[in-house]
């Protein structure tokens, strides 16, 4: 069973960065695709980005466009999210999440078969 631990949370202000991590306990592991999720307090979990570890491709939730970019390290087999110009409605526990096959919609949760326990992320006025 593989596990995903992310770290870079923190209590940030309006305007800063943070890039957030994500390490696969198994370093030979190997998904076919991995995204990250958020949840703001008192709402459901969203989609925030998912990246193809095939190809690559991107896709990003509406709001993440222009602010968040998903990465990867490849040699350390870990994922990243910087997130720029944080505004308090980031505020939100982020989850990364690992695709062990392949499937048709990387934008829906039901699509991930690994999770990480979140990191807080907090962004003040």
């Known amino acids: 069973q593989v596990q995903l631990v992310e770290s870079g949370g923190g209590l940030v202000r309006t305007g800063e960065s943070l890039k957030l991590s994500c390490a696969a306990s198994?370093?030979?592991?190997?998904?076919?695709?991995m995204g990250w999720f958020r949840q703001a307090p008192g709402k459901g979990r969203e989609f925030v980005v998912a990246?193809?570890?095939?190809?690559?491709?991107?896709a990003y939730a509406d709001f993440a466009k222009g602010r968040f970019t998903i990465s990867r390290d490849n040699a350390k087999n870990i994922l990243y999210l910087q997130i720029g110009s944080l505004i308090p409605e980031d505020t939100a526990i982020y989850y990364c999440a690992a695709a062990g096959g392949v499937r048709t919609d990387y934008k829906a949760e039901q699509s991930y078969d690994f999770w990480g326990q979140g990191t807080q992320v907090t962004v003040s006025l």
């Open positions: 990246m193809s570890w095939v190809n690559n491709n991107r």
């Open positions: 198994d370093h030979t592991f190997s998904p076919v695709g």
